[in-house]
């Protein structure tokens, strides 16, 4: 493991990173622009994750500068006990070491996760996908460049040009030590990881999000909710994909009409269940194995349950453990719902678009994790952290 930097070499490189990544914008946007032209265009959400302009430049740039104004994650005293024999022990924040990013499509992992794990003081290996190789490659170089500025090691971070085969050997047979894995992308790049990897790993982006209102809801609130969590990003792993009614809704018959009109209008498809499936222009569910699909597109499932404890035990059953929202005007109903759904967001008359770690006040994220070691969620700054204990005596046996 390398010598940590001190947090100003630290926040110098990434000071500097956040003007290179300004300034060297066209270089950027062609880069973008020949992984646009070779892409296919199959996926629409990885498309659209694919995609880089000014605005996503203006964001990198920004997330830098936001990690290098913030306090540094390591050394930071979490526990202190003095033994009885006079032998001081405390445990503090450390860095993992090296940690290995495996993505899909989006170029701006590139920038955000290498920033949070060299804060942290770790080293990172990014291994993205073929179709975001320019784009991935040219904000490398900025890192190596900022990195090289402060005489620091380019090896802080490497990108791994491997295609399958390569990425499977290095995952059972490392070449270097890795202390930690965040697979970020679809449930077969997950299981990929899972299967050859032999170190931790943190499952990070599968959604299939869940939002159920209840009886007591207020219905304008609701329309608005789940149409900006379905229609805003449907490539976010925080978009909707599972709308849950309450069968004693009032007003359900109209509500559900206008809910509808609302989605279409936004083309999205609507699928239902049987208690639903007289929606005008919806279809019935076939299998209920979709009950568990992440969508990343425009498509939603409408379905109805008897009562809370309904709607709490389907979304524990299916959803992907991500985010999940309750819309009501009861509190105790709202708190309930919260304390028992089996996800690492819940919501209370909100959107599940905010599950994010810019959005969550982190200043960006590595990965949002739906697994629950070592930290559930958007995985920030402070999170991208192990922890060492520190014992200090004069002399004392045991």
Known sequence: MSL????????????????????????????????????SGEDLAMGDRLKVDASKIDGMALSL???????????????????????HISNKTAPFGTI???????????????????????KILLKGGKESLNSNLILVELWHNALEEHNCSKDWVTYLEFDRAQTQSFLENPSQKIDLIV????????????????????????????LYVDAEADLEIALDVILNAKTTKISACNALDKVLIAADLPRKQEFLTQ????????????????????????????????????????KIVLGQVSDLTEAINKINRYSGGHSAAIITANNETATTFMQSV???????????????????????????????????GPIGLQHL??????????????
Not at 385 to 398: A, D, E, H, L, P
Request: glycine share 8%.
């Open 100 to 122: 290995l990013i495996i993505y899909e499509s989006r170029p701006d992992v590139t920038i955000e996760a290498s920033g949070i794990a060299f804060k942290s003081g770790n």
């Open 183 to 210: 697979p970020r992308g679809g449930e077969k790049l997950i299981a990929f990881v899972k299967q050859h990897a032999t170190c931790p790993v943190i499952v990070s982006g599968r959604g299939n999000n869940f």
């Open 385 to 398: 952290v192990s922890n060492k204990w520190y014992v200090i005596g004069n002399g004392q046996t045991r």
């Open 259 to 298: 809910l509808a009109q609302k989605l279409q209008k936004s083309k999205v498809k609507i699928l239902t269940d049987k208690p639903l499936s007289s929606l005008s222009e919806t279809s019935e569910i076939q299998d209920d194995s979709v009950w568990h699909e992440e969508f990343l597109d425009y």
């Open 4 to 39: 940590v930097l001190s947090i100003e070499k630290r926040n110098a490189v990434l000071t500097t990173m956040s003007q290179l990544v300004k300034l060297e914008e066209s270089k950027i946007l062609e880069a973008n622009k020949n992984d646009l032209d070779n892409y």
């Open 65 to 87: 500068g936001q990690l290098a104004s913030q306090q540094d994650p390591l050394g930071v005293e979490r526990f202190q006990f003095t033994h009885e024999n006079g032998i």
């Open 342 to 376: 089996d996800s690492a967001a819940v919501y209370h008359n909100a959107s599940t678009r905010f599950t994010d770690g810019g959005q969550f006040g982190l200043g960006g994220e590595l990965a949002i994790s739906t697994d629950k070691l070592h930290q559930r």
